[in-house]
């Protein structure tokens, strides 16, 4: 088992100051990658080699934030994934070695909130990071003023003040990511929005290169809450499909 190491940084001004990002990588090379560039954003850093490592320091520690490669001695990311989140709800970045859209639909349906490709770009991989901090402060604030009600769309209901959906009077697990994802969609009903539209509305990030994350987070969704209720409109975007009065 790999030792954790501890970022002793002293920055109090960057937007990064005192969270805390958990990196599971068993590539050390990568590992001091990544840490270099989260330490010098003001993130404090700990890291983990192999899989029973991470859950013990995830449990330990309580980082905001888990960086998390799917390929790792003991058992793998997945694994990692769901042990994690059984603990507590934690954003989790998932990196992959295979561009396999199976395993990226994997990784999103036991609880990952985004996946980065290797080789990435260290600055990217920054900028995903604050995003989904960005996202999971959004999610606290709209949690302490929740909207009243629940929207009805045939036998699909969201209820924002609870973030719960149900199919058929079923609940339905969502990741925080999808259950937004849902809800921005479930804005406008029936009106296709964009790749670029929803990356920007649901993940805050502009850069067209992420459309990818898009469309696998819609798969997912359509996985969980039915196909027919997501409509593609190909080479534009994606709709909800709502009854017809």
Same mark, same amino acid.
């Given at each position: 088992?790999?030792?954790?190491?501890?970022?002793?940084?002293?920055?109090?001004?960057?937007?990064?100051?005192?969270?805390?990002?958990?990196?599971?990588?068993?590539?050390?090379?990568?590992?001091?990658?990544?840490?270099?560039?989260?330490?010098?954003?003001?993130?404090?850093?700990?890291?983990? &080699?192999?899989?029973?490592?991470?859950?013990?320091?995830?449990?330990?520690?309580?980082?905001?934030?888990?960086?998390?490669?799917?390929?790792?001695?003991?058992?793998?990311?997945?694994?990692?994934?769901?042990?994690?989140?059984?603990?507590?709800?934690?954003?989790?970045?998932?990196?992959?070695?295979?561009?396999?859209?199976?395993?990226?639909?994997?990784?999103?349906?036991?609880?990952?909130?985004?996946?980065?490709?290797?080789?990435?770009?260290?600055?990217?991989?920054?900028?995903?990071?604050?995003?989904?901090?960005? *996202?999971?402060?959004?999610?606290?604030?709209?949690?302490?003023?929740? *909207?009243?009600?629940?929207? *009805?769309? &045939?036998?699909?209901?969201?209820?924002?003040?609870?973030?719960?959906?149900?199919?058929?009077?079923?609940?339905?697990?969502?990741?925080?990511?999808?259950?937004?994802?849902?809800?921005?969609?479930?804005?406008?009903?029936?009106?296709?929005?964009?790749?670029?539209?929803?990356?920007?509305?649901?993940?805050?990030?502009?850069?067209?290169?992420?459309?990818?994350?898009?469309?696998?987070?819609?798969?997912?969704?359509?996985?969980?809450?039915?196909?027919?209720?997501?409509?593609?409109?190909?080479?534009?975007?994606?709709?909800?499909?709502?009854?017809?009065?």
């Amino acid at each position: 088992m790999e030792q954790t190491h501890t970022s002793h940084s002293t920055a109090t001004t960057t937007p990064g100051a005192q969270r805390r990002i958990l990196v599971v990588e068993d590539d050390q090379t990568i590992v001091d990658a990544i840490a270099t560039r989260l330490r010098a954003e003001g993130f404090l850093v700990q890291t983990a &080699g192999d899989g029973p490592a991470a859950v013990d320091t995830a449990e330990a520690w309580q980082p905001d934030l888990l960086i998390l490669d799917v390929m790792l001695p003991g058992f793998d990311g997945l694994e990692v994934c769901r042990r994690v989140q059984a603990q507590r709800p934690v954003p989790v970045l998932m990196l992959t070695a295979r561009d396999d859209e199976t395993d990226m639909l994997v990784g999103l349906g036991v609880g990952a909130d985004d996946y980065m490709t290797k080789p990435f770009s260290m600055r990217e991989l920054a900028a995903r990071v604050h995003v989904l901090l960005r *996202r999971v402060e959004r999610a606290a604030l709209a949690a302490a003023t929740p *909207r009243s009600g629940v929207l *009805r769309l &045939g036998e699909l209901e969201i209820d924002h003040a609870q973030r719960r959906v149900r199919v058929k009077s079923e609940d339905v697990h969502l990741t925080p990511t999808e259950f937004d994802l849902l809800v921005c969609l479930a804005n406008t009903p029936r009106a296709v929005l964009s790749r670029e539209q929803l990356l920007a509305e649901v993940w805050d990030w502009a850069d067209a290169s992420g459309t990818r994350t898009v469309d696998s987070h819609i798969k997912a969704l359509r996985r969980k809450i039915g196909a027919e209720r997501i409509r593609t409109v190909h080479g534009v975007g994606y709709a909800l499909e709502t009854p017809t009065p």
